[in-house]
């Protein structure tokens, strides 16, 4: 079965601190994504990757940037953790070609004080 | 970034097959249409996908006509577990939409 795994369930961070949300997955794939939830909001794309190094932007980057350095893993940083990041965040992977089902991590529920 | 709309939330008995329609703009010729399944703090579950026509799996079925402007995720005999909230997908460079949230009553 396809593993996507997630560094934490629950972090809690002060406002204005540096943020590293990780992300591994254990199926080789080429696509990976971050995405956010909130009440009422359904899943917005934040950053997608679809090979190492290599990024684009989704509907809501600003506040956020990622890395990319090896296949298995991509990481979501907040540069300056602000309230208003306050959320649910969800990485997914996804192979490069044909289908693309994507398999969902857990999530970390980030609280920014 | 290709989108899609669907109903915001549906309500069903027990029993009964409840029938979830997604619109796609600007989906791409190459993409399939997914749908996903979620339930409270958990991440989406992958439900079925297809390219076009009809696709039918052990849990539901997707309806795509020859435009592939929309899609229609059929659930038969639903159960109160079916409870959920079902997301549509056109992916590739897609987002996900608000989804659908389904509560099935006794």
């Known amino acids: 079965d396809v593993k996507v795994t997630q560094s934490s369930r629950y972090l809690v961070k002060r406002t204005g601190e540096k943020v590293f949300l990780e992300c591994v997955q254990d199926m080789d794939h080429e696509n990976m994504f971050w995405y956010r939830q909130d009440p009422g909001l359904g899943l917005r794309l934040i950053y997608f990757?679809?090979?190492?190094?290599?990024?684009e932007k989704g509907d809501i980057p600003e506040g956020y940037s990622v890395s990319r350095e090896k296949k298995e893993r991509f990481s979501l940083i907040l540069e300056s953790a602000s309230t208003n990041q306050t959320s649910m965040y969800l990485c997914?992977?996804?192979?490069?070609?044909?289908?693309?089902?994507?398999?969902f991590g857990p999530g970390t529920r980030l609280t920014v004080t | 970034l290709a989108k899609t709309t669907q109903p915001i939330s549906m309500d069903s008995y027990e029993g009964q097959e409840v029938n979830i329609t997604c619109s796609h703009n600007?989906?791409?010729?190459?993409?399939?249409i997914t749908w996903y399944q979620q339930f409270p703090s958990q991440g989406p579950r992958f439900i079925i996908q297809?390219?076009?026509t009809k696709v039918t799996n052990e849990v539901a079925s997707l309806f795509i006509p020859a435009d592939r402007k929309s899609s229609t995720l059929s659930l038969p005999r639903v159960s109160l577990s079916d409870t959920a909230v079902y997301y549509c997908?056109?992916?590739?460079?897609?987002?996900f939409g608000d989804g659908t949230t389904l509560t099935v009553k006794p």
């Open positions: 997914a992977s996804s192979p490069s070609t044909g289908a693309y089902e994507q398999y």
């Open positions: 997908l056109a992916p590739g460079k897609s987002t």
């Open positions: 990757s679809y090979d190492v190094k290599m990024k």
């Open positions: 297809g390219y076009k």
């Open positions: 600007n989906i791409a010729t190459n993409d399939y």
